[in-house]
């Protein structure tokens, strides 16, 4: 008798475990082959999980804003589920960016914290966020929840920019990533950034991809439990 023992992974389980495999490489190019920084010593490998983190918490809430216009104009409960899948991943990205940004700050500034505006304006965002998914918990009805959410994930993307502009907009001891005037960076640190923003890409797109899922399938158990 043959028995197949072969192994089907999912889409999802698929990319997150490229997005795993491909983190445990980027240690290699965050540890050994990108330089250690002149000023700030080990310190500054920071870097390579605080701008990934800050960058895919930023688009993922840009996906929150499109599926929000989604769910508005086609009123699909699919696009309410990709909102606030993303928006989970976005607030979880969104607080390590928070986190390791303060490590950084100790050693850079001497403070855990300031009130520069990239800085203010992340954190603001961070409530804003907060507010929603506890917002979508407040609400019973689900209908009203949906457009009632819907509504909020449009309106708040409006400081989604200013956090992304806010060190060029206005004055911030934050420095511009890749500014000409800063000197920009090493080709060794330039590549390791790449290959580590691309590593969270694949585990972002598989997280996101399995709570889309997950959501789906709570509703339709939801939908079946009520008839």
């Not at 445990?24 to 999980?49: C, D, H, N």
């Not at 603001?124 to 994930?153: C, D, H, P, T």
Request: aromatic content about 12%; some cysteine.
């Amino acid at each position: 008798m043959n028995v197949n023992n072969s192994i089907t992974l999912s889409p999802a389980g698929a990319l997150a475990l490229a997005g795993g495999l491909s983190l445990a490489l980027a240690q290699y190019f965050i540890w050994i082959y990108a330089p250690v920084e002149a000023t700030m010593g080990l310190v500054q490998k920071i870097f390579y999980l605080h701008l990934p983190v800050a960058w895919w918490g930023l688009i993922c809430f840009f996906i929150v804003f499109c599926a929000s216009i989604g769910f508005l104009l086609r009123r699909s409960p699919g696009m309410d589920q990709l909102a606030v899948s993303a928006a989970e991943i976005g607030l979880l990205y969104s607080t390590l960016a928070l986190a390791t940004g303060s490590l950084w700050a100790r050693v850079s500034w001497n403070t855990w914290w300031t009130w520069d505006p990239r800085l203010s304006t992340a954190l603001i965002m961070w409530f804003i966020y907060a507010g929603y998914l506890v917002l979508r918990q407040s609400i019973e009805n689900r209908r009203k929840m949906r457009m009632v959410a819907a509504v909020l994930g449009v309106v708040a993307f409006l400081n989604v920019p200013l956090v992304f502009l806010s060190a060029r907009m206005w004055r911030s001891i934050h420095p511009a990533v890749f500014a000409a005037e800063e000197g920009g960076l090493e080709p060794e640190m330039l590549i390791t950034v790449i290959v580590c923003v691309a590593a969270l890409g694949l585990l972002t797109a598989g997280l996101l991809l399995f709570r889309f899922r997950q959501r789906n399938m709570q509703d339709r158990v939801r939908d079946l439990y009520i008839q």
